[in-house]
């Protein structure tokens, strides 16, 4: 099922700083690239999401990056707030036909004061 | 937003005995539903896809008769864990598109079995 890889593991960022989280798929396939934030005994609530038919979203302070012929794909987090503590999963899954969310291992960011 | 929901939130079990989990989509019909686990600092892995009248279908390695899924309506489906063990200790997250087709996540069912 390790489709889809996250990188870093763990991030620290100061608050007002930029969170870098850089996510790459294996399947062409694929049409539908949502991130996720999970918060220590909750389900992941649905941050974002883009299709491969553009190459950059932005939602307030989230940003998604795309870049179909790299087959990667990148969230920033515009000025960090402690509050954005928190895993965050990238994600991808063929949402023409509702198929399954394929999840990255995760990214467990810490923003410091 | 859509929501999705769970029940219970949290359950404590003895090993041996069956543990059944809801989950609801709301404010949607959902003809397919997914059932994930999670283990403590680890990702979501995908168990089964649950399909409304038909039979669920089970990713590799997942025991389906150990974890029996039924889709009896477009708003609801459910996991029974059978028999179960201190090693099915785990969280367990269902999901749903909604019809503009975005995955939402329910708040997810601890179990624990003692």
């Not at chain 1, 302070?61 to 920033?76: G, M």
């Not at chain 1, 023409?96 to 990255?104: A, E, L, N, Q």
């Given at each position: 099922?390790?489709?889809?890889?996250?990188?870093?593991?763990?991030?620290?960022?100061?608050k007002?700083?930029i969170?870098?989280?850089?996510?790459?798929?294996?399947?062409?396939a694929?049409?539908?690239?949502?991130?996720?934030?999970?918060?220590?005994?909750?389900?992941?609530?649905?941050?974002?999401?883009?299709?491969?038919?553009?190459?950059?979203?932005?939602?307030?302070r989230?940003?998604?990056s795309?870049n179909?012929?790299?087959?990667?794909?990148?969230l920033?987090?515009?000025?960090?707030?402690?509050?954005?503590?928190?895993?965050?999963?990238?994600?991808?899954?063929?949402?023409?036909?509702?198929?399954?969310?394929?999840f990255?291992?995760?990214?467990?960011?810490?923003?410091?004061? | 937003?859509?929501?999705?929901?769970?029940?219970p939130?949290?359950?404590?079990?003895?090993?041996?005995?069956?543990?059944?989990?809801?989950?609801?989509?709301?404010?949607?019909?959902?003809?397919?539903?997914f059932?994930?686990?999670?283990?403590?600092?680890q990702?979501?892995?995908?168990?089964?896809?649950?399909?409304?009248?038909?039979?669920?279908?089970?990713?590799?390695?997942v025991?389906?008769?150990?974890?029996?899924?039924?889709?009896?309506?477009?708003?609801l489906?459910?996991l029974?864990?059978?028999?179960?063990?201190?090693?099915?200790?785990?969280?367990?997250?269902?999901?749903?598109f909604?019809l503009?087709?975005e995955?939402?996540f329910?708040?997810?069912?601890?179990?624990?079995v003692?």
């Amino acid at each position: 099922q390790q489709q889809v890889k996250q990188s870093p593991q763990s991030l620290i960022v100061q608050k007002g700083g930029i969170s870098i989280i850089n996510c790459a798929y294996e399947n062409t396939a694929f049409d539908y690239f949502p991130w996720y934030q999970q918060f220590p005994g909750k389900g992941p609530a649905l941050l974002i999401a883009i299709r491969p038919d553009v190459s950059e979203k932005k939602e307030g302070r989230f940003t998604i990056s795309f870049n179909k012929s790299a087959k990667q794909f990148s969230l920033h987090i515009m000025d960090s707030q402690p509050g954005d503590s928190a895993t965050y999963f990238c994600a991808a899954s063929k949402k023409t036909s509702y198929d399954k969310v394929i999840f990255g291992p995760g990214t467990s960011l810490s923003v410091i004061p | 937003g859509a929501v999705v929901s769970q029940h219970p939130s949290w359950v404590i079990c003895k090993s041996g005995t069956s543990v059944k989990i809801e989950c609801r989509s709301l404010d949607f019909q959902a003809t397919t539903m997914f059932w994930y686990r999670q283990f403590p600092k680890q990702s979501l892995m995908l168990m089964a896809t649950s399909n409304e009248g038909s039979k669920a279908t089970y990713e590799q390695g997942v025991e389906k008769d150990k974890f029996l899924i039924n889709h009896a309506s477009l708003t609801l489906s459910t996991l029974t864990v059978t028999s179960a063990h201190p090693e099915d200790s785990s969280f367990y997250i269902c999901s749903a598109f909604t019809l503009h087709t975005e995955a939402f996540f329910g708040q997810g069912t601890r179990l624990t079995v003692v």
